[in-house]
């Protein structure tokens, strides 16, 4: 049986949204964080914590406690093929 962990997922696109609610349905612990409130909204009701944050500003991630969560992940950035 795998432990549960607390997870940070950066970004709520597509990739984001995927393993955001992958980690869920395992049993984790996932706080999701985006800039766009239509992501967050989406996801509102299928992962543990999502919240409407910049992410580029420090205070942000001090604020919602980043620092005590096992993992995080970063799932923003711009399209390869553009």
Not at 53 to 58: G, L, Q, S
């Amino acid at each position: 049986m795998i432990e549960k962990q607390q997870f940070i997922v950066i970004g709520l696109g597509v990739f984001g949204a995927t393993i955001a609610r992958e980690l869920t349905r395992l049993g984790h612990e996932v706080l999701g964080i985006d800039s766009d409130e239509q992501r967050v909204d989406r996801l509102a009701d299928e992962i543990t914590h999502a919240v409407i944050a910049d992410v580029t500003d420090e205070n942000s991630l001090i604020e919602l406690n980043a620092g005590s969560y096992d993992t995080a992940v970063v799932a923003i950035g711009r399209n390869v093929e553009a």
